[in-house]
């Protein structure tokens, strides 16, 4: 073991760099743990990206992993590595309460299948990671967008993206209905994985949509992501990164901003250039997805919350946004919804077609970069609003089962970070996209600007290599 590590290079890592340092005894599970615990303490005041911060759990648990590096060496890419869990999965010894008044405080007595394969790779749970209510959301608007205060951090985990772009944590897990993983990664400058709704066990998470959820690992960078992979699944790292068929679409939505649309297509180039090609695909319109789609997830949200008996037996404990989404939802009739399916099996047909004759969609995340957290309007019309505008490029996805790995790919002309994303068959196949683009860029590796308004403490000690 080297001398100390200064605590704000250590969170500043990327996960995959970090796990190398742990290997090689550069830099232990507790220096790690006590970086990212330190920088919680620092900013966690000015972000709100935690609703709750297990100091003495995260100590004790990176202790026991230190030991067990020096009587029994690694157990892999994610051993000692601090990792926050949206408030959506239950933690043992945590309670969940989705971001509401409406559960119980009562801690859990048990981990969700997910997160007992990251304690069982060697995972350091810091705490819960702060969510739109009850997931019915894009916005979180209680965390801080770093990049900018006066923009939202998107969601609805948002707090898991905002604790990975300022080092809280090296990883946090979301969830993803229509885009909730994708789309506050791209906003907050970081990368995420949204899996196949059945490729990761969703049992002990919070629903929203049976049809729709899935979840998936926030990092840094796509090689972050692939290593997470790996340890969650026991599959491999992607090796294939050349000779990938990107589709981009042939008419391009009008509200999607230009530097966007530059953005996907010199990406998509770059791919072709290492021996793949680009073909344009032909796509639906995508604004036509948003109201059979978001009929199906309303509804399926509203059976959801009765099924726990909170709905309408807790009905005054709902915030106003997530209590007239499930009043609209019960207006909906029983044919209503048997239509929404049936036309969205129209549209799945269509995408999936489309994807047929390519490896990966190439397609932004929104539309454009955070929207302004203030706008004069109501919470519930605002972010019914925002759902509208941020959803659409996502929401085929969960629709269609597919894997999607949204990447931090360039900046608007105000500095804000914005995102694209490779939609793919299954992750592997959009891991390699994401892995192969961000070989030739170097997005990932920027930090927001709030982490340069914080003080530095006293260097010391030994860099850990980069």
């Not at 000692?80 to 010894?93: L, S, T, Y």
């Not at 048990?110 to 916005?139: N, S």
């Not at 840094?220 to 990107?246: C, F, H, K, N, Y």
Request: proline share 8%; net charge negative; glycine share 10%.
């Amino acid at each position: 073991m080297t001398g100390a590590t200064p605590m704000m290079q250590a969170a500043d890592l990327l996960l995959s760099r970090t796990a190398a340092a742990i290997a090689a005894r550069e830099l232990s599970p507790v220096e790690l743990t006590e970086a990212c615990l330190g920088r919680a303490r620092e900013i966690e005041p000015i972000v709100h990206a935690f609703v709750t911060l297990d100091d003495d759990g995260a100590s004790r648990q990176a202790l026991a992993l230190s030991d067990e590096l020096v009587r029994r060496g690694s157990r892999g890419p994610l051993h000692g590595i601090p990792v926050g869990i949206k408030d959506v999965i239950d933690v043992r010894g945590l309670p969940t309460r989705a971001g509401s008044r409406v559960p119980d405080a009562q801690p859990s007595k048990v981990d969700a299948p997910i997160v007992g394969r990251l304690r069982a790779a060697g995972a350091v749970i810091v705490g819960k990671t702060a969510t739109h209510e009850f997931a019915l959301g894009v916005t979180t608007p209680q965390s801080v967008n770093p990049w900018d205060p006066t923009r939202l951090p998107g969601g609805s985990s948002g707090g898991s993206a905002v604790a990975v772009a300022v080092g809280e944590c090296l990883m946090a897990l979301g969830t993803d209905t229509a885009g909730s993983v994708r789309i506050p990664s791209a906003l907050c400058g970081v990368s995420g994985l949204k899996a196949r709704q059945d490729a990761l066990p969703m049992g002990g998470i919070v629903p929203v949509s049976r049809s729709m959820d899935s979840c998936g690992p926030i990092a840094r960078s796509a090689e972050d992501l692939a290593l997470v992979w790996e340890a969650l699944t026991g599959g491999e790292v992607p090796a294939r990164q050349v000779g990938i068929r990107v589709g981009v679409p042939r008419d391009w939505p009008e509200w999607v901003e230009p530097e966007l649309r530059r953005m996907v297509t010199e990406a998509a180039g770059g791919l072709a250039a290492t021996g793949g090609a680009v073909l344009e695909v032909d796509l639906a319109p995508f604004e036509a997805w948003n109201r059979p789609r978001g009929r199906v997830v309303v509804a399926e949200a509203l059976e959801a919350h009765r099924r726990a008996g909170w709905y309408p037996a807790r009905s005054e404990l709902y915030g106003e946004e997530a209590l007239s989404t499930l009043k609209a939802a019960e207006r909906l009739s029983s044919a209503d919804v048997a239509a929404a399916r049936r036309e969205l099996t129209g549209l799945v047909m269509g995408f999936c077609e489309a994807l047929g004759g390519v490896d990966v969609i190439a397609l932004p995340v929104t539309p454009g970069p955070a929207p302004a957290r203030e706008t004069g309007e109501p919470e519930p019309v605002r972010d019914a609003r925002l759902t509208r505008e941020l959803t659409p490029l996502c929401g085929p996805a969960n629709a269609c089962g597919l894997a999607a790995v949204a990447v931090p790919s360039g900046f608007s002309l105000e500095g804000l970070p914005m995102g694209m994303q490779f939609v793919a068959a299954d992750e592997q196949t959009a891991l390699a996209a994401a892995l192969a683009h961000q070989k030739t860029t170097d997005f990932h590796e920027r930090r927001p600007p709030l982490l340069a308004t914080q003080a530095a403490p006293a260097g010391g000690g030994e860099e850990v290599p980069r």
